[in-house]
């Protein structure tokens, strides 16, 4: 029996006895490198190229974390009309350390459910 490729001529008169994972005469790469040394270097530089891919992921794909919050943007005050005048209130945080998207999520929901009232509280993310 013999099979060939591009890369690789196995040779054997018994099918049973071609090996797919040592370096034994049956199998050998052309250029005289054993089939079992071509695949360990292949998987290696796989893995290398993975562990590139992971190393780079955080430029490739940013994940910034957010902190979500509601604060009021008005303060009470009698001498100033309606009774308010502008100034953002303390923070209170709802969430921490989660993707933008969640951030977004937890605004939308927050500000559908509470209303803003007249100091109008509001729920917005920055940058954790």
């Not at 005469?25 to 089939?35: H, M, N, S």
């Not at 309606?82 to 709802?94: F, I, N, S, T, V």
Request: with cysteine; glycine share 6%.
């Amino acid at each position: 029996m013999r099979l060939s490729s591009a890369a690789f001529t196995i040779t054997s008169s018994n099918p049973k006895e071609v090996c797919w994972w040592s370096s034994t005469p049956l199998c050998r790469r052309r250029g005289g490198e054993g089939l079992a040394t071509t695949l360990r270097a292949s998987a290696r530089k796989i893995f290398e190229i993975l562990l590139a891919v992971i190393e780079l992921s955080p430029i490739i794909y940013p994940m910034n974390k957010y902190n979500v919050f509601h604060r009021t943007w008005w303060k009470e005050n009698p001498s100033w009309p309606d009774g308010r005048e502008p100034g953002a209130g303390e923070k209170h945080y709802l969430a921490e350390n989660v993707s933008r998207q969640i951030a977004l999520a937890i605004c939308a929901e927050w500000n559908a459910e509470n209303e803003p009232g007249p100091l109008s509280d509001k729920a917005e993310f920055e940058e954790a």
